[in-house]
């Protein structure tokens, strides 16, 4: 594993965190992000040039790191967006924009908007199945903040926004934000993200009945009837994942729209996926979190995209 910690230079440095994060971005050397060209790349140098500044000379533009990832156009050095990244990285629950804001010293604003980018960095893309022979993935649901221009309290959970999570023991966590828990929603959704050869553990919840079926095995557990563990079966590990979600969501971050929703869960799942008992620890992850900022590129005016 990686060292416990950046070094400081990395941090306290504009050059230094470049080049670190170009060494994670581009492994085999500068890419263009205009033509994709890996040849015939300088270096721009001189006392005004802009720190890792390069220019392609096959279409003749000029780019650095940022270009085409969620860094483009920030003014934030970079060692800072370094820090930040660490600092949403190692904390199990998260870390708020207020607290951003005065460890690294800039505005709450700038702080908000760069906690948004750190988690679109760390939405993954193109997942493949989970699970597979020999397998479990366990499935549930929660309810979380409350379904904006929802005035009136409706009954049961109607008011608030619904969450599901497919969890793979020994594996990662997926989590996507739906418009309910009817059997159609979750069985699209459980049918494109599990694998047929896996073991499908979940609660009693009727919509898992059909859906089951597709799968090797599908057990469950009543807690209705109290009954939480029966030999393997139980959900006690995405019940394991909501208790740190939801610590985090009502204690570090209070309150959280319904259209940013998405990007909170893409946190948890993150750091739940990349965890140091899958041997990844804090460098490490915020590593993996640099590897995802290329393609994501988010502006003020479309936050919610």
């Given at each position: 594993?990686?060292?416990?910690?950046?070094?400081?230079?990395?941090?306290?440095?504009?050059?230094?965190?470049?080049?670190?994060?170009?060494?994670?971005?581009?492994?085999?050397?500068?890419?263009?992000?205009?033509?994709?060209?890996?040849?015939?790349?300088?270096?721009?140098?001189?006392?005004?040039?802009?720190?890792?500044?390069?220019?392609?000379?096959?279409?003749?533009?000029?780019?650095?790191?940022?270009?085409?990832?969620?860094?483009?156009?920030?003014?934030?050095?970079?060692?800072?967006?370094?820090?930040?990244?660490?600092?949403?990285?190692?904390?199990?629950?998260?870390?708020?924009?207020?607290?951003?804001?005065?460890?690294?010293?800039?505005?709450?604003?700038?702080?908000?908007?760069?906690?948004?980018?750190?988690?679109?960095?760390?939405?993954?893309?193109?997942?493949?199945?989970?699970?597979?022979?020999?397998?479990?993935?366990?499935?549930?649901?929660?309810?979380?903040?409350?379904?904006?221009?929802?005035?009136?309290?409706?009954?049961?959970?109607?008011?608030?926004?619904?969450?599901?999570?497919?969890?793979?023991?020994?594996?990662?966590?997926?989590?996507?934000?739906?418009?309910?828990?009817?059997?159609?929603?979750?069985?699209?959704?459980?049918?494109?993200?599990?694998?047929?050869?896996?073991?499908?553990?979940?609660?009693?919840?009727?919509?898992?009945?059909?859906?089951?079926?597709?799968?090797?095995?599908?057990?469950t557990v009543k807690h209705s009837d109290d009954e939480y563990v029966r030999g393997d079966v139980h959900t006690n590990t995405v019940e394991g994942y909501y208790s740190i979600f939801k610590r985090g969501m009502k204690g570090i971050y209070q309150h959280c729209s319904e259209k940013h929703l998405h990007r909170y869960l893409a946190e948890f799942d993150f750091r739940y996926s990349n965890r140091v008992r899958l041997g990844v620890d804090d460098v490490e992850r915020t590593a993996r979190a640099v590897k995802g900022i290329?393609?994501?590129?988010?502006?003020?005016?479309?936050?919610?995209?």
């Amino acid at each position: 594993m990686a060292t416990s910690i950046l070094s400081a230079k990395v941090l306290q440095n504009e050059t230094d965190a470049i080049a670190w994060v170009e060494a994670r971005v581009w492994p085999q050397g500068p890419v263009c992000p205009h033509c994709g060209g890996v040849v015939r790349i300088g270096k721009m140098k001189g006392k005004a040039t802009r720190i890792g500044l390069y220019k392609c000379y096959q279409c003749r533009k000029q780019f650095t790191v940022k270009v085409g990832t969620v860094f483009e156009d920030s003014h934030v050095p970079m060692n800072l967006w370094l820090q930040a990244m660490y600092l949403l990285c190692s904390s199990k629950k998260g870390i708020s924009s207020n607290q951003l804001s005065r460890t690294l010293g800039v505005t709450l604003k700038t702080a908000w908007f760069m906690s948004h980018r750190i988690r679109e960095a760390m939405r993954v893309v193109g997942m493949t199945p989970m699970g597979g022979e020999g397998e479990t993935v366990e499935a549930d649901e929660t309810f979380i903040g409350r379904i904006e221009g929802e005035k009136k309290r409706r009954s049961g959970w109607g008011h608030k926004n619904a969450v599901l999570t497919l969890v793979q023991r020994g594996g990662g966590a997926r989590s996507f934000h739906i418009e309910d828990t009817s059997a159609g929603q979750v069985h699209s959704i459980v049918r494109k993200n599990v694998a047929r050869e896996t073991a499908l553990m979940t609660d009693e919840a009727r919509h898992y009945d059909d859906i089951g079926r597709a799968f090797a095995s599908h057990e469950t557990v009543k807690h209705s009837d109290d009954e939480y563990v029966r030999g393997d079966v139980h959900t006690n590990t995405v019940e394991g994942y909501y208790s740190i979600f939801k610590r985090g969501m009502k204690g570090i971050y209070q309150h959280c729209s319904e259209k940013h929703l998405h990007r909170y869960l893409a946190e948890f799942d993150f750091r739940y996926s990349n965890r140091v008992r899958l041997g990844v620890d804090d460098v490490e992850r915020t590593a993996r979190a640099v590897k995802g900022i290329v393609g994501k590129r988010l502006t003020y005016r479309t936050p919610h995209h």
